[in-house]
């Protein structure tokens, strides 16, 4: 049976609540996700300078995957919040038309092509054994994860991150790396070169207007503490988003 990719706009769209159980059923840890009830309002195009955005994937009219991801017109980037297939329905090429409706909506959004797109994921190296059965019961594996964005095009940034709270007492998560996918890799990643670089400027732009958006005033400290820690590099290596596996 086919699967259908679409925008969801209108606010009570029953895909909201379908998308919400895909990823709560799909992520081994469906507590720090944005909770489906907040996306109507984050559908309103009236939310300030950030557009937000919705897409699912329908087999049946079930959603059996989505992404939510969110427009930057101040550093003319792309966050996404999450993209995720149901587990019954991966491996059938869903992720990947979901990234290229992103990249057209963005485009769009734009007016014109955006650089690239961002996501935050975890890193299983830095996974305790409790979260690492978490991700086992879940049916998910981190490394596979990890793997499946390197298949879209991914590439993890080389500076240290941080997500500023929601980790051990309201402090920092630190189990998160960075990556970046580029719109349109230069034709040499054809011949297996992919794109080395993101320029320090807009990944440190692109995180400080993400962050504005919950953290208002506080977004430009921690924005300035990411910069801080490309110690004057202009540029940030791209890296294989796959850590090795330990034995």
């Not at 550093?75 to 409706?101: D, K, T, Y």
């Not at 909506?105 to 994921?121: N, Q, T």
């Not at 998910?140 to 940034?157: C, I, K, T």
């Amino acid at each position: 049976m086919s699967v259908d990719i679409r925008e969801v706009t209108d606010p009570d769209d029953p895909a909201i609540a379908g998308f919400g159980a895909m990823q709560s059923a799909a992520y081994f840890a469906p507590e720090t996700l944005i909770p489906a009830q907040y996306i109507p309002r984050m559908l309103d195009p009236e939310t300030g300078g950030r557009r937000n955005f919705l897409i699912v994937a329908e087999r049946n009219h079930h959603v059996v995957g989505g992404a939510l991801f969110h427009w930057l017109p101040e550093p003319g980037s792309g966050f996404s919040s999450f993209l995720g297939v149901a587990r019954e329905c991966r491996r059938q090429g869903i992720a990947g038309r979901l990234h290229e409706e992103r990249f057209r909506i963005l485009d769009r959004a734009a007016g014109g092509e955006v650089p690239g797109v961002f996501i935050d994921v975890v890193n299983p190296i830095r996974l305790s054994k409790a979260e690492l059965e978490r991700e086992r019961r879940a049916g998910s594996d981190p490394w596979d994860r990890r793997r499946a964005f390197e298949h879209l095009g991914f590439r993890q940034v080389e500076i240290r991150y941080e997500q500023p709270v929601g980790g051990p007492g309201g402090g920092p998560v630190t189990i998160l790396d960075l990556l970046y996918c580029p719109h349109r890799p230069s034709a040499a990643l054809t011949a297996h070169q992919p794109t080395t670089t993101v320029s320090t400027r807009l990944v440190v732009d692109t995180m400080r207007a993400y962050w504005s958006g919950w953290l208002r005033e506080a977004a430009d400290r921690h924005a300035n503490e990411l910069e801080a820690r490309a110690q004057g590099a202009t540029q940030l290596a791209l890296l294989s988003p796959v850590p090795p596996r330990p034995y």
